[in-house]
């Protein structure tokens, strides 16, 4: 389906957004792809967890310490794991030494800084981040290649289906997922890195903000929250298709063939 198609019909209060990059020496020329519907920043949920981690780790001397919180930061999307990154290198430090590695400037969260997944992104910038970190795992940083890997353990109970949608079983993955008390919206988002051979890499971002307003559905989806329980199956029924179709149409986009 064509953005269009898979956008036109959206209800006015939602927000959808997809990117993607495909660069790399030796390859074919850069191109990137960007599209959004609705707001032009969304909060990124655990989206930025591995990057989280990638910075992170230059900051904290005990090695193992590090992996022992970084690992299941990504792998399992970790709150309590990304919340002891997050809290002891400091917020501020975290996304300013982003900034220096990636050339893209996010800012702490107004109100509670220590709400990492409030942190507001565009998609696109979303997707450059990524890139320089796949190309440094790529050219030998053993700490980017590291958390790269582990987004390839990411499970597919956490992944919507972005492998499939992406036509890659093989792509590191990380999604984020949360409706918050303050909003009237599911956010669902995704990315994917498909490695290209040598530092070519492919990168496709999805995020999505879909109306959940049934006060019902809310109440048991806020339950579900605070006694632990799992909620990706909500954030699948409302959003998983669209964000599947948004990065499907991407990778095409990118000038891979639709699968």
């Given at each position: 389906?064509?953005?269009n198609?898979?956008?036109?019909?959206?209800?006015?209060?939602?927000?959808?957004?997809?990117?993607?990059?495909r660069?790399?020496?030796g390859?074919?020329?850069?191109?990137?792809v960007?599209?959004?519907?609705?707001?032009?920043?969304?909060?990124?949920?655990?989206?930025?967890?591995?990057?989280?981690?990638?910075?992170?780790?230059?900051?904290?001397?005990?090695?193992?310490r590090?992996?022992?919180?970084?690992?299941?930061?990504v792998?399992?999307?970790?709150?309590?794991?990304?919340?002891?990154?997050?809290l002891?290198?400091?917020?501020r430090?975290?996304?300013?030494?982003?900034y220096?590695?990636?050339?893209?400037?996010?800012?702490?969260?107004?109100?509670?800084?220590?709400?990492f997944?409030?942190?507001?992104?565009?998609?696109g910038?979303?997707?450059?981040?990524?890139?320089?970190?796949?190309?440094?795992?790529?050219?030998?940083?053993?700490v980017?290649?590291?958390?790269?890997?582990?987004?390839?353990?990411?499970p597919?109970s956490?992944?919507?289906?972005?492998?499939?949608?992406?036509?890659?079983?093989?792509?590191?993955?990380?999604?984020?997922?949360y409706?918050g008390?303050?909003?009237?919206c599911?956010?669902?988002?995704a990315?994917?890195?498909?490695?290209?051979g040598?530092?070519?890499?492919?990168?496709?971002?999805?995020?999505?903000?879909?109306?959940?307003?049934?006060?019902?559905?809310?109440?048991?989806?806020r339950?579900?929250?605070?006694?632990?329980?799992?909620?990706?199956?909500?954030?699948?029924?409302?959003?998983g298709?669209?964000?599947?179709?948004?990065?499907?149409?991407?990778?095409t986009?990118?000038?891979?063939?639709?699968?």
């Amino acid at each position: 389906m064509s953005f269009n198609e898979l956008l036109d019909d959206l209800d006015q209060s939602a927000g959808a957004q997809a990117a993607g990059i495909r660069r790399g020496y030796g390859g074919p020329p850069a191109r990137t792809v960007e599209v959004s519907s609705g707001l032009t920043r969304l909060r990124c949920a655990s989206l930025l967890k591995p990057l989280y981690a990638w910075v992170a780790a230059g900051r904290i001397a005990d090695a193992e310490r590090w992996r022992r919180h970084a690992e299941p930061a990504v792998v399992v999307s970790s709150n309590a794991d990304t919340l002891a990154l997050w809290l002891s290198v400091g917020p501020r430090v975290i996304l300013d030494d982003l900034y220096e590695r990636t050339g893209v400037r996010w800012r702490p969260p107004n109100g509670d800084p220590s709400r990492f997944g409030s942190v507001e992104v565009a998609a696109g910038e979303v997707a450059a981040a990524y890139a320089v970190l796949a190309q440094a795992a790529a050219t030998g940083d053993p700490v980017a290649a590291a958390v790269l890997g582990w987004m390839t353990e990411v499970p597919e109970s956490q992944t919507f289906g972005a492998r499939q949608a992406v036509g890659s079983a093989d792509a590191a993955v990380k999604c984020g997922w949360y409706g918050g008390p303050d909003e009237t919206c599911l956010r669902t988002h995704a990315v994917a890195v498909v490695p290209q051979g040598g530092t070519r890499v492919s990168v496709v971002v999805a995020m999505t903000a879909l109306p959940y307003t049934d006060p019902y559905e809310r109440e048991v989806y806020r339950e579900r929250v605070n006694t632990g329980m799992s909620v990706e199956d909500r954030h699948e029924k409302l959003a998983g298709e669209l964000l599947r179709g948004l990065m499907t149409r991407t990778m095409t986009e990118l000038g891979h063939t639709e699968r």
